[in-house]
């Protein structure tokens, strides 16, 4: 159950981080925030195990990097898909 909660305290983090560093302003609801959030770091993880990082001695810079890089990049794509669908209604 906790591992829960700290998947969406991270979700969270890493959604909030990727919204603001992207220019502009994203009409992407907070619940969806925490979603692309927590997905950005469960991708960024796969990615650094893929490419042999994930494990270092010390703080895993390179894997945190990655968290947040395919977090911006999940908010960047899904939200102006987010923004187009809620014109058609």
Same mark, same amino acid.
């Given at each position: 159950? @906790? +591992?829960?909660?700290?998947? =969406?305290?991270?979700?969270?983090? =890493?959604?909030? @981080?990727?919204?603001? =560093? %992207?220019?502009? /302003? +994203?009409?992407? /609801?907070?619940? %969806? *925030?925490?979603?692309? $959030?927590?997905? $950005?770091?469960? =991708?960024?993880?796969?990615? &650094?195990?893929?490419?042999?990082?994930?494990? *270092? &001695?010390?703080?895993?810079?390179?894997?945190?990097? %990655? +968290?947040?890089?395919?977090?911006?990049? %999940?908010?960047?794509?899904? &939200? /102006? #898909? #987010?923004? $187009?669908? +809620?014109?058609?209604?």
């Amino acid at each position: 159950m @906790f +591992q829960i909660v700290w998947i =969406l305290i991270i979700g969270l983090v =890493l959604g909030v @981080f990727a919204r603001m =560093l %992207l220019r502009g /302003p +994203q009409a992407v /609801p907070l619940w %969806l *925030t925490v979603v692309l $959030g927590a997905l $950005g770091a469960l =991708l960024g993880n796969a990615v &650094s195990g893929w490419i042999g990082v994930r494990h *270092t &001695s010390g703080i895993d810079w390179i894997r945190h990097l %990655l +968290q947040i890089a395919c977090a911006v990049a %999940l908010v960047g794509i899904v &939200s /102006p #898909w #987010w923004a $187009g669908r +809620q014109r058609v209604r």
